[in-house]
């Protein structure tokens, strides 16, 4: 893995990868030329229906999607010599899920994806090392995470947040509609703080075969790094891709409902498979 420079964020060690997202995917998707930060080209998955898409698409396919599969590498393989894990299952009210993913809180890089049991309404972890872990669930049509994004108190001012926003709002033109839904950390002119940002293109996709689609989106969820340059501003140092979709005929369009739910966040592993028992998806 290339890595750009160590840095301390927020007071835990890391060292900040180009968007993997960038670097990784191959795929049939193209952006519009639209600046230096378009993305032309894109890997996309669908998880509503946890299946590749079908077949590729041609002009009189129209609403069925492209065939691309989602990088194997956007998320950390178990760890062979890890006999921790996680187990659990979502209350009887809720959607069966449709991905599950843990995030390992001193290491934003590693984001693993577990397996569904029991038709969407259990989930099970294996090869997780030891430590504390967050969850995001996805669902047909929202998105609950408890993603830890600042050990400290969350000194950010509101100038901070609208700032921070600002920021982030003119990264990746290929995305035209963004919510920057939570963010915490470190206030101030020597700032860090981390995000949680749903992005969706919902204007005319180009494939590589120069076929334009207006009848598909993609979507992307990420944890976001930023930092404060004084009076300059803040900057959006670093991402970490969590999901991606590709989003077809039948599918919910548009930005996905968010949920913050603290009780998916700080799940502790060990050196065996821990039951997380039955957890609800509300705030």
Known sequence: MNVRREERFGGWESAAPRDQSRRRQRGALQAIPGGRHAVAAVLVFVFVTGLPLSQLASAADKGKGTGTVQSSQLYTPPDSAATGGLRGRFELSAKPAAAVLALAVDNWRSVYRGTLEDGGHAFAFSGLPAGRYDLVV??????????????????????????????????????????????????????????????????PVTLQSAEVRNDIQVR????????????????????????????TEGQVKGLLAHHFVPRLGGLRVVETVKDAGILALTP
């Open 138 to 203: 996805i669902t047909d049509d929202a998105i609950y995470e408890g993603l830890t994004l600042a050990r400290a108190d969350d000194t950010l001012t509101a100038n901070d947040r609208a700032a921070i926003e600002a920021a982030i709002l003119k990264s990746t033109p290929f995305f035209d509609t963004k919510c920057l839904h939570r963010s915490a950390g470190l206030g101030g002119n020597e700032g860090k703080a981390r995000g949680v940002l749903q992005e969706v293109r919902t204007r």
């Open 220 to 247: 992307s969820l990420k944890l976001v790094l930023t930092e404060s340059a004084g009076r300059p501003g803040w900057s959006l140092v670093n991402t970490r891709e969590i999901i991606r979709q590709e989003v």
